[in-house]
Structures are given as C-alpha cells and as structure tokens.
C-alpha cells in the first residue's frame, strides 16, 4: 500500500474513534430541550448521526480512490511513452542500416552525382567550348595588310625583361565587356571571340578566371546571374568605388535583393573554405581591374558593363562579404 492509503485510512479510523467517542460521551439526549418528545427527534438524529460519522469517510475514500487512479493513469503513460521512444529509436536504427547498405550508398551517391551535373551543365558548357575553340599556341595569324606586316618585320625585339603582354595593344573596351559577360551559348561566335583577345591581356585573364571558379561554385547551389535582377547603380556610385570610397555611400552597388542566392551564398562563404577563397579572390581581381577600367570607360560603358554577369556575381558576393556596409 501506498503512503497515501495509508494517510486515508487513518483519518478514516480518527474520524470514526472520535465520533463514538463523541456520541458515547454526550448520549443521544444531551443537550435536549424538557419538554420536546422522542418520537419525531430519534429518527432525525438517527439519520444525521449517520451523515456525520460516515459521510466524511465517504469523502476520505472517494479521495483515495481518485489518487490511485491517478497514479495507475500516470504508469500507464509512461509505459506508453517507453513504448513509443523504443518504437522510434528502432526506426532510427533501420533507417541507419538501410542508409549505409551498399545498394542505397551507391544510388544516392548516383543521385548527387546527377543533380550536380544538371546545375553545372549550363555553365561548363560555356566554358569548356571556350577553352575547346582557343586556338593552338604558335605564331599569331599575319594580317592581310602588306604594310602591317612589313611593320611587323621591322620592329625590333622587345628588350630583356619586357613581358609579351606590356608589347600587346590595350584590349578594347567591348571586348572586355563582352568577355567578362561570357558567351551566351556555344554558338555565340562573337563572344568566344571577344573572350580570346580578352584571355591575351593579363589583367583581364586573371578576371575572367576567377569569375569562372566562382561562378562554376555557386552553380553548383543552384546561383546562376541570369536569374539575378539587381538594382541599378548610378554610374558616379561606380566610380566612386573604383576610386577608393567605400561603405554605405557605394552600398548601391550591392542591388542584388534575390533573398535566397543572398542566403545560398553566404551559407556558402560560411561552411566553404575553398568557396571563400575563391570568393575573396574574385573579388580583389574584380576591384584591381574596376579601377583601370573606370579611368578610361564612358558612362555608357560602365553601364554596359554592371549588366555582366561578371558585374553581378560581385553585387552578390559583395553584398554577402559586407564590402557595401
């Protein structure tokens, strides 16, 4: 028996000991008034004697009961919940074995290989025709005026220590934006070539590499520019940031309000050593090259070239890495 029972079952016999007590002591007729006759009366303390001994016994037990089957109510619910945590560890456990089953690897591991290959086919397929329609190195085609090429047999070699690329004439200014926005489709002739004198000039191959490491990563989340809307900046915010400003007043730049390539990323930056780098990276070669480019570009073609998708994977990574803040 429980403590509670016991508590219960005393007050019980208290309860009784103290009413015969009671009753025995003062007798039936004490306290009554002379004169007042036993007919009507006996009956009437009869019967509230009996509700005063008994009915508090009653409420007692009626108590006890009400616990113990409060307490049988609570067992039950705990067995019922062991029950149900057992249940769902056992779920776990052969969700586990069948996870790691060489059938299931293999299948999800396929799974994974062909969803990556569908989110960078887009984008690789640019770049690898790029690369496939370069031409071999060797000597550079000769051009057809005979007077050019009689200039070219004149000129003298260039001195010891002077790089090929500081000989080469300066890259035009629609090249370079058509390369940095990359070709549209691989039947796109005019950008693959715009791409190739661009890949002649240093500054503006170092560019062109490292917005393809970036954007080849974030295509593999699903980021591609041409989904990407930006706001447009000013073109005096532009220049301004190329000449050396920075926070809130060239925070403009960083229009691109797509919420989840802003969230894409920055998991990204956050959880990727390697998307980081090539991140911090890109965006040091796109600052370098900005600001050479700003010297001589013309309002238009800063506007032309914000539109790139060169130009708005920095608005993203920009924004993401706070360089607008």
Sequence with gaps: MKIGEWVAMGLALLWLVGSLLFFVVLGPDAGAEPGLTSGGGTALQSVMVLVAVFLPVAIIWMGLMAMRS??????????LQSAVDAIRHAYVVQAQRGSTSPDASVAKKLEEIAEATRKTESALAIFTTSRETLPPPGPAPRRADPRQDEAENQAPLPLLGT???????????????????????????????????????????????????ILTLMSQD??????????????????????????????????????????LAAGRMK???????????FLRRFDKTL???????????????????????????????????
């Design 70 to 79: 409060a307490r049988v109510m609570r067992e039950e619910a705990q067995r």
């Design 163 to 213: 790089r090929t690329e500081e000989m080469a004439p300066p890259l035009d200014t629609g090249d370079f934006i058509r390369a940095i926005n990359f070709p549209e489709t691989a039947e796109d002739e005019e950008g693959f070539s715009a791409l190739r004198r661009a890949l002649k000039d240093r500054g503006t191959a170092l560019l062109i590499q490292a917005a393809q490491d």
């Design 222 to 263: 699903g980021i591609y520019m041409d989904d990407l809307r930006p706001d447009r900046a000013r073109v005096e915010i532009w220049r301004r940031f190329a000449q050396g400003e920075r926070g809130r007043q060239v925070a403009a730049l960083g229009g691109v309000r797509d919420r989840s390539s802003l969230a």
């Design 271 to 281: 959880q990727d050593p390697i998307f980081r780098d090539a991140a911090h990276h």
């Design 291 to 325: 600001i050479e480019f700003e010297k001589t570009a013309s309002d238009q073609d800063i506007v032309d070239m914000a539109d790139t998708r060169t130009a708005r994977a920095f608005m993203l990574l920009g924004r993401v890495a706070g360089i607008f803040d």
